[in-house]
């Protein structure tokens, strides 16, 4: 099994920067790939981002290209999403996932293990 923490959400205003962590523990040499997913209120759980953990490729959404960078820190077991220019519309529950395939998890049922989340809110 594999656990996995986020932190880093908060409060911030439109055009401001956050920075999200996710920290892995368990048997975590099973791991080729994580993401990060948000989920607005009353929508489904949308993907964000996502990185193989070897060779760090990355992958985008669109509409966070260019803001949003995935990157990961292979000693510490860490993934990290730093966010520039955020919008209100970014305003959601972000969380952290991760899987024994090494395929871009661009959709949650590819997914083998979640965070519990952490809110992020932007104000406008």
């Known amino acids: 099994q594999v656990q996995l923490v986020e932190s880093g959400g908060g409060l911030v205003q439109a055009g401001g920067s956050l920075r999200l962590s996710c920290a892995a523990s368990g048997r975590t040499f099973t791991l080729e790939a994580m993401a990060w997913f948000r989920q607005a209120p009353g929508k489904g759980r949308e993907f964000v981002a996502s990185i193989t953990w070897s060779g760090g490729s990355t992958y985008y959404t669109g509409s966070v290209k260019g803001r949003f960078t995935i990157s990961r820190d292979n000693a510490k077991n860490t993934m990290f999403l730093q966010m520039n220019s955020l919008k209100p519309e970014e305003t959601a529950v972000y969380y952290c996932?991760?899987?024994?395939?090494?395929?871009?998890?661009?959709?949650?049922?590819?997914?083998?293990?979640w965070g519990q989340g952490t809110q992020v809110t932007v104000s406008s």
């Open positions: 996932a991760a899987a024994s395939s090494p395929y871009a998890l661009t959709l949650p049922t590819l997914c083998d293990y």
